[in-house]
């Protein structure tokens, strides 16, 4: 169970405020982006109750996606430590580089030598909730879904999750998160 720390709570605020004001939502549709980062969190929170893991959850997207003039890494150092904010950069990809499978073998270079095994734990929940939602919405608008999807393809995005799994298994992540993601990924 969560202990809804004052902390937690305020990471939950900046990550909510931040996601809304760049005007983000999940892809392709309606839903507040806040879903993913509080969903990624109860996803560790089934391995961990690690503090700084969960407010790394909840945060994990922001230096990715959100202006620093919304909020910055500075400001995320103030507010949560250098921990958190070294969690959530190991689980941050690259914005200099443009193309898409580029930046994605670099994410999971990084993740397989170089991230903390907490930024492992932030980043199996992360893509176990990007893939759960990809389910429902694959159930829900069938291969139109792949539109939403910077490559286009299906395939690509199989070899994607197939990846993180395979690092993830490397870097012995908690055994739930491991299963839990392979289940998805073999869905």
């Not at 990809?93 to 492992?120: G, T």
């Not at 299906?154 to 070899?159: K, S, T, V, Y």
Request: glycine share 4%; with cysteine; proline share 3%.
């Amino acid at each position: 169970m969560i202990d809804l720390t004052v902390r937690l709570d305020n990471a939950l605020r900046i990550a909510a405020r931040a996601h809304e004001k760049s005007g983000e939502h999940r892809k392709g549709g309606d839903i507040p982006y806040i879903i993913h980062p509080v969903g990624t969190m109860i996803i560790a929170s089934e391995v961990t109750n690690n503090e700084d893991i969960l407010v790394a959850c909840l945060l994990h997207d922001v230096l990715e996606d959100v202006s620093e003039t919304i909020y910055s890494k500075e400001q995320m150092v103030e507010d949560f430590g250098n921990k958190v904010v070294a969690i959530v950069s190991d689980v941050t990809k690259d914005p200099n580089i443009q193309s898409w499978r580029e930046v994605s073998e670099k994410y999971l270079n990084h993740l397989e030598f170089n991230a903390s095994d907490e930024a492992i734990i932030v980043s199996a929940s992360d893509k176990t909730h990007n893939i759960m939602s990809t389910i429902i919405d694959y159930k829900v608008v069938g291969q139109e879904l792949w539109q939403r999807f910077t490559t286009k393809n299906a395939n690509d995005q199989l070899w994607w999750y197939e990846s993180i799994l395979a690092v993830i298994k490397k870097r012995n992540a908690p055994k739930p998160l491991i299963e839990k993601l392979e289940s998805n990924v073999n869905e």
